[in-house]
């Protein structure tokens, strides 16, 4: 089976949450929660735009957003991130940090195959092979 497109609907909606969860850290008014929501907002962009295009520089240096597992624990690490007090910060942290297990766990399941944005990766954009 092909679960290419509801892969992307899921890394499109993470990144969603991811800016959405970067723009609820302005809400403080403190200057490690901005900097904090700059990186979040950043994050979700590039996560998003990994779905239409694959910069030569990403594939080369978070060539861990190329697997499953790879892509799973960033999504876990953003999660914590982005989790707080309020619900407008634990919602989609919990959201993200779900989607970040279920990419850990896919890894282990051979049946299911990343789809084509993340195998092709490695061989049509410059990473290096070693």
Same mark, same amino acid.
């Given at each position: 089976m092909d679960f290419s497109d509801a892969f992307r609907i899921v890394n499109l909606a993470i990144g969603v949450l991811m800016v959405l969860g970067g723009i609820a850290q302005f809400f403080h008014f403190q200057f490690k929660d901005i900097i904090l929501g700059v990186y979040l907002i950043i994050f979700g962009l590039a996560t998003a735009l990994l779905e239409f295009q694959i910069?030569?520089?990403?594939a080369k240096h978070a060539s861990f957003m190329f697997s499953f597992i790879g892509r799973?624990?960033?999504?876990v690490f953003i999660g914590s991130v982005v989790v707080g007090d309020q619900w407008y910060k634990y919602v989609?942290?919990?959201? @993200?940090? @779900?989607a970040g297990i279920a990419y850990v766990v896919l890894?282990?399941?051979p049946s299911i195959e990343p789809?084509?944005?993340m195998r092709d990766a490695d061989?049509?954009?410059?990473a290096e092979q070693v």
């Open positions: 910069p030569p520089q990403i799973g624990i960033f999504y989609p942290g919990t959201i @993200v940090g @779900v890894e282990y399941i789809p084509a944005n061989a049509g954009w410059g």
